[in-house]
């Protein structure tokens, strides 16, 4: 009706749309879709691919960035498909530096350090939680707690937040990486993948899904996945468990509520590792 040009989506939204049966799909012209910009959290490879399926090849951006730092990285169309994972390269006045955990700066590809941002679109604090901001501050560059590496080409490509790293027997792994081979499933609509309480290891991973439409749920359906993900994930970084919801939490913007799906499981332990 509007002949829409630019828009953007978190990743529920577009799935729901593209997953729309082929006929309905069909009662729609999408070509005039110049610009969708995936925004607000990861959009999985599968979702791209599924995307694409359905709208225009070079209309495809992925933002990465921040409410308080702004937009950091962009991933233009012709790298959509052929940088897997990645959320592109600097955006126009970024900055971007990467430091380990001694301090230092990252300077090797495929390395992994917390990102920080300097640029003319930061905050300069928080409201009323200025001992906060200057705790995510280095020597004028400031995080939100990203853990991210760059490949040679200087694209860059985010693990995950700092404070979601499940450590399993003294091994990272990373919820976001899991996650997004899950979606790769075709009985899984949407998951969320995250650390639960283990007497030895410390934690275990734990992956809470959504089902697609029309599936159904059930022990047989946890061990068809948790098969599946021991040919497509490594071991280490396997879900152990799964279990199911009808929806998942998200805020208005799409983002997913993990802590309510999380903190039950953590009640009354200590959560230090």
Same mark, same amino acid.
């Given at each position: 009706k509007y002949r829409v040009t630019t828009t953007f989506s978190a990743p529920t939204p577009i799935r729901r749309i593209c997953q729309l049966p082929e006929a309905t799909a069909k009662r729609y012209d999408v070509t005039s879709m110049a610009r969708m910009v995936a925004n607000a959290a990861p959009w999985?490879? $599968?979702? *791209?691919?599924?995307?694409?399926?359905?709208?225009? *090849?070079? %209309?495809?951006?992925?933002?990465?960035?921040?409410?308080? #730092?702004?937009?950091?990285?962009?991933?233009?169309?012709e790298?959509? #498909?052929s940088k897997p994972g990645s959320c592109g390269r $600097?955006?126009?006045?970024v900055e971007i530096r990467l430091f380990d955990e001694s301090g230092n700066t990252v300077?090797?590809?495929?390395?992994?350090?917390?990102?920080y941002v300097k640029s003319a679109n930061m905050f300069s604090t928080y409201h009323k939680a200025h001992d906060k901001f200057m705790a995510d501050r280095r020597d004028g560059w400031q995080t939100v707690g990203d853990i991210a590496y760059?490949?040679?080409?200087?694209?860059?490509?985010?693990?995950?937040? *700092?404070?979601?790293?499940?450590? %399993?027997?003294?091994?990272?792994?990373?919820?976001?990486?899991v996650e997004s081979q899950l979606l790769a499933h075709p009985k899984v609509a949407d998951v969320a993948v995250f650390g639960i309480p283990h007497e030895?290891?410390?934690?275990?991973v734990k992956a809470v899904i959504e089902p697609a439409p029309g599936v159904s749920v059930g022990p047989e359906l946890a061990e068809e996945i948790l098969a599946w993900c021991g040919e497509h994930? $490594?071991?280490?970084?396997?879900?152990? %468990?799964?279990?199911?919801?009808?929806a998942m939490p998200r805020d208005p913007n799409g983002k997913l509520y993990k802590r309510k799906l999380r903190d039950p499981y953590w009640e009354g332990v200590d959560r230090s590792i």
């Open positions: 999985s490879y $599968a979702l *791209k691919q599924l995307y694409l399926s359905r709208f225009p *090849k070079l %209309s495809l951006f992925e933002v990465y960035g921040s409410t308080e #730092l702004g937009v950091n990285t962009v991933l233009r169309p790298h959509q #498909l $600097a955006a126009p006045g300077s090797t590809p495929n390395t992994e350090g917390e990102l760059f490949d040679e080409e200087g694209f860059y490509y985010i693990c995950d937040r *700092k404070k979601d790293m499940i450590i %399993s027997g003294g091994v990272n792994i990373y919820p976001t990486e030895d290891w410390g934690e275990e994930i $490594a071991r280490y970084k396997a879900p152990r %468990s799964i279990d199911f919801v009808d």
